[in-house]
């Protein structure tokens, strides 16, 4: 990517225009959030009918009273929904609280003080130095759990169909100690590509080259997160059932984007193995988790087809958004040479890419204008971005006028640092 050819009095006449631009949005005084995919009011609405859905009802239909303790691994119907979502077999699901990520962390916890499953070792055993290879740009968080569990990280890169396989298989050939990989295979976080069918079928594959106790942890936050056309997924514990290497997948997913983000079910989905070990510590937590709003759930939605069809409503709100940006994003930046963008057909987010060093000065400069985003570096391993490029936008929340006001604010810091970039470069 290169700015514009521009001679000297050219650029400088063009960077005071924008600069003036930049202060006159400065005097606005707003204070937008760009920072995180959070479901907007209207989402939120949709699901307004799980207040009062029971009507006094509470029992399974096995006649469990849901207000009751007990059924660790959730209720059969909430199991069967998870199982649904993700692709398995009931049996290999457990359902709890409102947060995948909780689960990820727990299980992480797990592997690294009892070991992840069967027979393998404790990541954190003896002189092990566990280590795990993160795709990148990625989502913040699950780097944030490697960090809080002392697990060293190795950035991986996306192409576009998923991570670099070659460059996955080689680093575990090379390397003994590691023993995971995050995955965000639909709609990848933040750049929303969906794993090609080679891709999904190399991770299953993963088992019979690594060390024993490695795992994939298979993040499918947005399974059913289509603005279009379903796109569909290679069943990735399919495979690995078919592989022998089933033990090795791990899987996460919730409601929290389809239902209330504070108030949704979450699902863990596994092997046999793997879940009977989880459960040891799982039982010893919690007596239970919250079977009532397991219930409504799966009296609201019913099955699969009924998360698909709510979904279609979410995909009416969050579309023209994402076709906002994008709208903005090429009559502002197109044919500039000042950056590249992801155009998302599902998920939550677009993942802009800065010319090399000025991810850092856009985000300062947007938020001198009162535009909050997620700060330069957060996708990568320890906020580290080699090349200081990569911005994650998440344009859920905002309304659309705001959401106008935002991306106005975005391509004017993008402009006024490429050119000042060329200004000193020349």
Same mark, same amino acid.
Not at 259 to 278: E, I
Not at 343 to 352: E, M, T
Not at 360 to 372: D, I
């Given at each position: 990517?290169?700015?514009?050819n ?14 003036a ?43 469990t ?30 359902a ?10 727990l ?17 954190h ?46 680093l ?20 929303a ?31 059913v ?17 078919? $592989?022998?290497?089933? @033990?090795?997948?791990?899987?996460? &997913? /919730? ?5 209330? *983000?504070? %108030? #949704? ?5 596994g ?52 076709e ?12 500039q ?11 939550? $987010?677009?993942?802009? @890419?800065?010319?090399?060093?000025? &991810? /850092? ?5 947007? *938020?001198? %204008? #009162? ?5 330069a ?50």
């Amino acid at each position: 990517m290169t700015t514009p050819n521009l001679d000297a009095n050219q650029l400088k006449t063009r960077i005071e225009a924008v600069e003036a631009a930049h202060s006159a949005l400065c005097s606005r005084e707003v204070n937008l959030d760009f920072t995180r995919g959070k479901p907007a009011i209207s989402q939120l609405q949709l699901a307004a009918a799980l207040d009062g859905v029971l009507d006094g009802d509470y029992l399974t239909a096995d006649g469990t009273d849901t207000r009751g303790y007990g059924g660790l691994d959730g209720i059969p119907e909430a199991r069967q929904l998870g199982a649904e979502l993700l692709g398995v077999s009931a049996e290999n699901v457990i359902a709890q609280g409102n947060s995948s990520l909780t689960l990820m962390y727990l299980y992480i916890m797990h592997a690294c003080h009892y070991g992840p499953g069967g027979q393998a070792p404790a990541w954190h055993a003896g002189a092990l130095q566990a280590k795990f290879l993160c795709p990148c740009p990625g989502y913040d968080r699950h780097f944030e759990i490697c960090e809080d569990f002392s697990l060293a990280m190795i950035p991986v890169p996306m192409t576009g169909e998923g991570p670099d396989m070659d460059r996955v298989e080689a680093l575990i050939r090379e390397d003994a100690d590691i023993r995971g990989m995050w995955c965000v295979p639909k709609y990848s976080n933040p750049t929303a590509e969906t794993y090609s069918d080679e891709t999904v079928t190399r991770i299953a594959q993963l088992a019979r080259k690594a060390a024993p106790g490695f795992r994939v942890l298979w993040d499918n936050a947005y399974c059913v997160h289509d603005f279009y056309d379903h796109q569909p997924l290679a069943n990735v514990f399919e495979l690995a059932q078919g $592989f022998g290497t089933e @033990d090795s997948i791990v899987m996460f &997913a /919730s409601t929290s984007k389809i239902s209330f *983000a504070g %108030a #949704g079910v979450a699902f863990m989905a596994g092997s046999k193995a793997t879940l009977d070990g989880f459960r040891k510590r799982l039982g010893v937590m919690s007596i239970g988790p919250d079977k009532v709003n397991q219930l409504r759930h799966v009296r609201l939605f019913k099955d699969r087809a009924g998360i698909q069809a709510h979904m279609q409503q979410h995909a009416d709100l969050m579309r023209p958004k994402f076709e906002i940006v994008r709208q903005q994003l090429e009559a502002g930046l197109g044919n500039q040479g000042m950056g590249r963008w992801t155009d998302p057909k599902g998920g939550y $987010f677009v993942s802009f @890419d800065t010319l090399p060093g000025l &991810a /850092s000065e856009v985000v300062q400069l947007a *938020a001198e %204008a #009162g535009l909050k985003l997620l700060p330069a570096g957060a996708t990568f391993p320890y906020r580290h971005d080699p090349h200081n490029s990569n911005i994650r936008l998440a344009p859920s929340y905002l309304s659309e006028p705001d959401l106008e006001q935002a991306m106005e604010i975005f391509v004017t810091c993008v402009k006024l640092a490429s050119l000042r970039h060329a200004q000193s470069a020349a």
